[in-house]
């Protein structure tokens, strides 16, 4: 095992300090962390990619920054990846821990919001998000191939922060 360490380490440039770490051992690292990360995420939760909520943003941005460290020697090399495989599974298990409570999952991912209800911009719930009609008006014509506010049955601000419209019928009227 000393000969694993004894070959490894100076590759990696394990006790070096970040100043003189080589242009190799940089790039050495940063494979490692390449494939780490990879694994975490695969082993972890695939919707952290996919999803972009704040809860699945957090989890991205905490993780870069700590595995950043890794590869520019400012941290421990094998305890930043330690650690990063603790943010996954802290990560994991509070997507668990959501999906049975929904309390919890209002806290940490929150909950969407009307905008358009009936036709009808709802004004404080986009003064409250700071959402203008221009924002619902874009997101409209680019998702919902919509052009008239009078046509949208709802539209809501989704927990990810886009927002989501769906069609009045044809023969649906307003109230």
């Known amino acids: 095992m000393n000969a694993f360490w004894d070959f490894v380490g100076p590759l990696l440039g394990i006790g070096v300090e970040p100043k003189d770490l080589t242009f190799l ?3 050495l690292r940063g494979l490692v962390v390449f494939v780490s990360t990879l694994v975490m995420l ?5 919707r952290s990619l996919v999803r972009k909520s704040a809860f699945d943003a957090v989890l991205l941005i905490v993780l870069a920054s700590v595995l950043a460290r890794a590869i520019n ?13 603790v943010i996954v599974l802290l990560h994991r298990l509070l997507a668990y821990a959501t999906c049975k409570s929904p309390t919890l999952e209002m806290l940490v991912k929150g909950r969407e919001k009307v905008l358009v209800s009936d036709g009808a911009f ?6 409250k998000n700071c959402v203008s009609r221009e924002d619902v008006k874009e997101d409209m014509r680019l998702d919902a191939k919509i052009e008239e506010v009078t046509k949208i049955k709802i539209a809501r601000l989704e927990r990810s922060g886009e927002i ?6 044809k023969n649906e009227k307003l109230r």
């Open 164 to 169: 989501a419209s769906s069609r009045k019928m």
């Open 122 to 127: 709802q004004e404080r719930t986009m003064k």
């Open 25 to 27: 051992q940089i790039t």
């Open 42 to 46: 695969r082993f972890g939760d695939r």
């Open 73 to 85: 020697g400012s941290a421990a090399f094998f305890g930043t990846l330690g650690a990063s495989v």
